[in-house]
């Protein structure tokens, strides 16, 4: 399927990025979205400064039902929950080498999100912060039917932002138990990652 797709990266830039050409030979580059892109994914490169959520909506809606991924010369968390608030299903460094660009692609075609291992820690502790404010209470009847007392204890340490390590320290089990467990809760709850998780846990996506 990576091999095959089709890739529409959107650039102010007349060149193309020799990572993102070694990544993807056949790409297209284009200035701007217009008509319904002939993609299977469609990359943007973020402008610097003030607008950002403006532009992401505009190519949002103008890419389609077509996945986009943000591409960002410097990534940030504030930068990453806008994105991710527009409706991208990827975010990450628009500098990234071409191995992880194709892990990115394979990723999201595959239905699953993408915001980078360093980055997603930030975004979850984030995310949790805005939900802890905006929720007073959690809404465990939305997600929590049908999982185990320990694997609600998993569930909402991840969506406070914890890493597995941490969570292993805090439950006082192993990590390859949590994991095991965190694999249970993405089964039960059909998700694909801990993002999705942490969205549905403190109620601001629905099961």
Not at 99 to 105: G, P
Not at 175 to 190: P, W, Y
């Amino acid at each position: 399927m990576l091999e095959q797709a089709r890739h529409l990266f959107v650039a102010p830039e007349v060149e193309p990025r020799k990572n993102w050409r070694a990544a993807f030979p056949d790409f297209s580059l284009s200035d701007r979205i217009s008509g319904i892109p002939d993609a299977d994914l469609v990359w943007v490169l973020l402008p610097e400064g003030a607008g950002v959520t403006k532009l992401l909506a505009e190519w949002r809606t103008a890419a389609g039902k077509l996945p986009v991924v943000a591409l960002s010369d410097e990534p940030s968390e504030e930068q990453g929950l806008i994105a991710l608030n527009s409706g991208v299903v990827g975010y990450c460094n628009g500098h990234a080498a071409p191995v992880v660009l194709r892990q990115v692609a394979d990723t999201v075609l595959g239905g699953g999100v993408w915001v980078g291992q360093r980055l997603l820690q930030r975004l979850l502790a984030g995310v949790a912060r805005v939900a802890a404010q905006k929720y007073a209470q959690p809404q465990l009847s939305a997600w929590a039917y049908g999982l185990t007392e320990r694997e609600i204890e998993v569930a909402r340490a991840v969506a406070s932002g914890a890493s597995n390590k941490e969570i292993a320290s805090l439950l006082d089990i192993t990590e390859r138990t949590v994991k095991a467990h965190l694999g249970s809760v993405f089964d039960k709850l059909k998700l694909r990652d801990r993002l999705q998780l942490t969205l549905l846990v403190n109620g601001i996506a629905k099961r």
